[in-house]
């Protein structure tokens, strides 16, 4: 079993929906936790990061993590086709000096107009 | 602010070959870490550095090397290239912020193709 599962998609959705990107992991150390997305033939920009269980909101994109479940989640609402990308979540077990973040394979997302 | 930068940014060598790529960080950031990124594996870590010493290492093997100047500037070296060696390697630089979060910026990559 992979420390952190992410199913590679493609999703594809209408323009305007409300899109769910998850993730699971194995390792109960990772308290530090990101998505990135990720444009085709382009390195990963860093979205949002999170310490805690809860969620944390920034525009469009709202991240929630269930350190209980293991389980964490990336909601975009009101899709644009400019979100077509892969998403990819990583999670670390420190945020700072020993920094190692473990990646997600990443799911591809497909918005149409 | 300029971003991260890689060179080259695309690269064909034959097995058995080395090569050498190059990155410069935002300024200011002196933690530069590398990342091979490819279909089969997604995107794995290679090594951290942190003002010119290497702090972490991820699970490659030492045909990996890599270091980084006193102006934070860093390169790896892959030797004796092997076809599975083809993928995108990507930098990234990163400082921490007030309160402890670290904060990471990609490069473009470099896009390594063996033959």
């Known amino acids: 079993q992979k420390e952190v599962e992410q199913d590679p998609g493609p999703l594809s959705v209408p323009e305007g929906a409300i899109v769910s990107l998850n993730c699971t992991y194995s390792?109960?150390?990772?308290?530090?936790f990101m998505w990135y997305r990720q444009y085709s033939r382009k390195g990963p920009e860093l979205l949002m990061y999170?310490?805690?269980?809860g969620n944390k909101e920034d525009g469009r994109f709202t991240a929630q993590v269930d350190k209980s479940s293991k389980y964490i989640s990336l909601f975009i609402r009101d899709s644009q086709p400019s979100d077509s990308a892969t998403y990819l979540c990583a999670m670390s077990a420190w945020p700072g000096g020993s920094y190692i973040p473990t990646f997600g394979r990443g799911t591809s997302l497909i918005v149409h107009p | 602010k300029a971003g991260v930068t890689q060179t080259p940014r695309y690269l064909i060598k034959t097995r058995g070959q080395q090569v050498t790529l190059s990155c410069s960080p935002i300024s200011g950031h002196r933690s530069v870490s590398w990342y091979q990124q490819t279909p089969g594996q997604g995107l794995q870590f290679l090594f951290e550095?942190?003002?010119?010493?290497?702090?972490n290492k991820g699970n490659f093997p030492g045909r990996f090397s890599g270091r980084q100047f006193s102006n934070s500037r860093s390169e790896m070296n892959v030797s004796t290239l092997e076809l599975g060696d083809s993928a995108l390697y990507l930098c990234?630089?990163?400082?921490?912020?007030?309160?402890?979060?670290?904060?990471?910026?990609f490069g473009p990559g470099t896009r390594l193709l063996v033959l």
């Open positions: 999170t310490y805690s269980s």
């Open positions: 390792n109960s150390a990772f308290q530090y």
């Open positions: 990234a630089s990163s400082f921490l912020e007030v309160g402890g979060q670290e904060t990471q910026y």
């Open positions: 550095y942190f003002s010119e010493t290497q702090r």
